[in-house]
């Protein structure tokens, strides 16, 4: 797997995992092991609606913005930004590419 390119998705659920209506996929799908930012009211909310597979897109995703906008995550206003941007990623119109990002190219 190249940089910037998307896994495969896995539509299998594990026998016995915790299955989630996942709202990026729309349909049923293998749920988060654990909340993610315990105690926290959005931690909770991707818990119950967000699949691992959407939660890993998050993570390259949230990799690019760290990234882009060189963000330090030690600051509350990094944090903050993030925590918005992954709210608008998973409940809102999506997470915006930052004005000049270039994706990178790929390998043929």
């Avoid at 349909?27 to 105690?39: A, H, N, Q, S, Y």
């Avoid at 990623?89 to 190219?105: I, K, N, S, T």
Wanted: with cysteine.
């Amino acid at each position: 797997m190249g940089c910037g390119s998307v896994p495969p998705i896995s539509t299998e659920i594990r026998a016995g995992a915790r299955k989630v209506f996942c709202v990026k996929f729309q349909r049923e799908m293998e749920g988060l092991d654990e909340v993610p930012f315990e105690g926290h009211p959005l931690g909770q909310k991707i818990y119950e609606n967000v699949s691992k597979e959407a939660w890993k897109m998050w993570v390259e995703h949230m990799k690019m913005l760290m990234n882009e906008y060189r963000l330090n995550l030690g600051t509350a206003e990094a944090q903050e930004f993030l925590l918005k941007q992954m709210d608008d990623y998973f409940f809102g119109e999506g997470a915006a590419l930052p004005p000049d990002f270039v994706p990178p190219r790929q390998k043929n």
